[in-house]
């Protein structure tokens, strides 16, 4: 049964996000006020914050996960995010655990003696939002497959790389997205295909699709190609799928559509539990 590799420093796992920083994520989420670009940032901050502690251990970290972050927008633009000088777009989990671009204070809400209090934590943040320009989904769906098959080349006895595309729009470089998305999810490793999620988020508030097993509920041709190029999620993964609030059936795939923020971070939480 395919998508069982235990990830570990030998057989490391790996996580590819592309994210959408056109012109349209200035907007409001309804939710908060806060630009939706912000709050991308934001999660994939904390993500980073958790993959670190993860993978902590014996007090140090151990590399049993490589990341990523790819954005795109701009003039047909798409680079990487996270901090310069790492030696690459795909970095090994510890190489963050020193370099990042500086320290924010957060804002956390804790319960103390059964009164919820909201105290101030300061903590490293590697990506910043950015926003402007076009959508260029196609292009960085190419250079999505371009690293992650050399590190396949590398690491093809480990578990799949999870690509997640996080967007709020449509692609401005060619509106069909399947033969883009097709040559990510060829590639394979030992265990299995590359997976590949997509994430449409909207700073509205709305009734979010998760994991769909059939396009019959999505609104447009957009959405139903969405669908269509996302993986389907394998039966590991559909096991542990109740533990995150979600309910999978066969032919389920790892899509959310019209997705909110808290969506966003339990599909991330989700899309890695076996870190």
């Known amino acids: 049964m395919p998508y069982v590799t235990p990830i570990n420093t030998s057989k490391p796992g790996c996580f590819l996000f592309l994210v959408d920083q056109s ?14 670009a912000e709050e991308i940032a934001r999660v994939l901050n904390e993500f980073i914050s958790t993959l670190l502690a993860r993978c902590s251990g014996g007090g140090f970290i151990k590399d049993r996960v490589h990341t990523g972050i790819l954005g795109y927008f701009g003039d047909d633009e798409v680079r990487s995010l996270l901090p310069g000088g790492l030696g690459g777009d795909i970095v090994k989990i510890s190489a963050l655990q020193t370099t990042y671009l500086g320290m924010k204070d957060v804002r956390i809400e804790t319960v103390v003696d059964g009164k919820s209090e909201i105290l101030t934590e300061s903590q490293c943040y590697w990506i910043e939002p950015k926003c402007g320009g076009r959508t260029p989904m196609n292009r960085a769906l190419r250079r999505a497959k371009s690293l992650v098959a050399d590190w396949i080349d590398a690491h093809n006895d480990s578990y799949p790389p999870l690509v997640v595309n996080i967007t709020d729009g449509v692609p401005t470089d060619g509106k069909d997205l399947t033969a883009a998305a097709a040559e990510v999810t060829q590639l ?3 265990d299995g295909g590359v997976l590949l999620l997509n994430v449409h988020l909207t700073p509205e508030f709305s009734t979010p699709l998760l994991c769909p097993s059939t396009d019959a509920g999505l609104p447009d041709d957009y959405a139903k190609m969405l669908w269509r190029i996302s993986s389907p999620l394998p039966e590991s993964m559909q096991s542990v799928a109740p533990d995150f609030g979600l309910t999978l059936t066969d032919g389920s795939r790892g899509m959310a559509f019209n997705a909110s923020i808290s969506d966003l971070v339990r599909v991330l939480d989700f899309g890695s539990y076996n870190v």
């Open 23 to 36: 012109g349209s994520t200035k907007a409001p989420v309804k939710a908060t006020g806060v630009p939706l």
């Open 188 to 190: 394979k490793t030992e």
